[in-house]
């Protein structure tokens, strides 16, 4: 099937930049995609508002306020309004009135700045959609819902009935099954196993017991803390493993997800479906789901033995490098956005910084060469000294710790503390002999339904290469944290023959100095930027395009990322001329 080719008026409209107060909200504990329900003509409630109308709830949980008049929202209009008790999101689409939580659980953005479209709104910082009707989430990234509450018009008066405690959490958990089988925990056996906590074993065990799925489910992970918020990790580097938890140990308890820390796979056998772990502990299972992540990427260089050299894995990792930079100088190799964001972290705490790349500019490659420059500026006015076309030596110490970075081109830098980020690779090498099907660089090939070539055994993730929908299903590696939600979602659909596509345009964020850089589509191998707004002032846009646009990047031009990618979600193409 061609693509539809349409005019698309690309709006460039400067909305107040949202200081987002995200980098320590960890996600609620409560789970997504709650029950549909129809709605009547003018009014519609949650699952959870349905039970509010019988008579034993009690009345003062709820409240009822006249928000506005009838003719102030026009069709595709929303308005934020205040009930007294919190607030809500107004939504007049097609002539019907929506409420809805007016904050997305994922982060808090405001969603009234989001982008409205064929009942749905899509978040402006990170692109997660959610049903008007429902409040489901359809999209990620991001664990929950949202609330909806009941919507009448009397008397030309818009009223809203709400429950209290909905408007306080602004998120809403589905109903999900628990594991109906008698389990001993020491059998060594599961009807689901998954190996890797990252969001896509989290989304697909949350899924499972969404869809009804009653059998026993383990998850197993190398880390030694349950699921947590990965991608802050870089960005505030004090955060302990508690604040970032994506859900709490009740969680698991209650709907039944056995989790089994510090376990590594190191094998499998598809023919007797067992995984083996390192201390020799064997599951068998009879559907898998592989989402073991990416490894760092190791650097060669003299002085291997030094200490306070790291690459940033884990949150003691994290507290340990925030701690060691203190009034101290920092050292950062590869401009990896990882490695990027690790420097602008450590810029009001350490004495230096300084970053070491191969390339001549910062992020060329994923969002070329005038936005890397633009960036680089960004650092360089953040006291940040760059040795770009350099790589590292050798790592000299004193009493066994990091004193000095040599650099090949004989430059020696100061350095107490070192991250290296040089980008990473799949972590797939314990599949090696499994007869699960690999390409040359350890990727796992998957079909739309993240089925391996090995019957009952499926992958995703950052470990996977998928038919990806927006570029006529080329197999592609989209290592993003919302692409792995999805991943996880359409695994745990298929084990259950629920087959779904993967629908999903890719959205990626990065965040330094208190701004962020929002990215939608698959930007590989573009051929020209077209950039509009200022980049000196890093207001902007860049469209990267080949003869058309195939991704998109803004800084400080919400909600235009969210609005493309609504634009590619619905199958229709934005030629180049169109934003020249």
Known sequence: MKPIHTHVKVELNLLDKEKEVDLMSPNGKASPFSECR??????????????????HRKHRDYIEASVCHVKDLENGQMREVDLGAGRALLIKEHGEFFAMGHKCPHYGAPLVKGVLSKGHLRCPWHGACFNITTGDIEDFPGLDSLPTFEVRVEKEKVIIRANKQALQTQRRSKAMSKCSAVINSSTGFSHVLIIGSGPAGLVCAETLRQEGFTDRIVMCTMDKHLPYDRPKLSKCLESTAEQLQLRSSDFFQTYDIEILLEKEAVSVDVKTRTVTFRDGFKIEYRKLFIATGSRPKPLSYKGKDVGNVFHLRTPEDANSIATLASSKNAVIVGTSFIGMEVAAALTDKAHSVSVIGIEAVPFRKALGEKVGKALMKLFESNRVKFYMLNEVWEMRGHNGQLKEVVLKSGKVLRADVCVIGIGSSPATAFLKQSGVHMDSKGFIPVNKTMQTNIDGVFAGGDV???????????????PHWQMAHVHGRVAALSMMGKASDIK??????????GKSIRYAGYGDGFDDVVIQGDLDELKFVAFYTNEEVVAVASMNYDPIVSRVAEVFGSGKTIRKRDVE
Do not use: Q
Not at 38 to 55: F, I, V
């Open 504 to 513: 999903t345009v890719p959205y990626f964020w990065t965040a330094m100095f």
């Open 38 to 55: 129809l709605n009547g003509s003018l009014g519609h409630c949650s699952d959870e508002d349905t039970m509010t109308l019988r008579p």
């Open 464 to 478: 996977v290469t998928f038919p990806l929908a927006l570029r006529s299903n080329k197999k592609v590696n989209i």
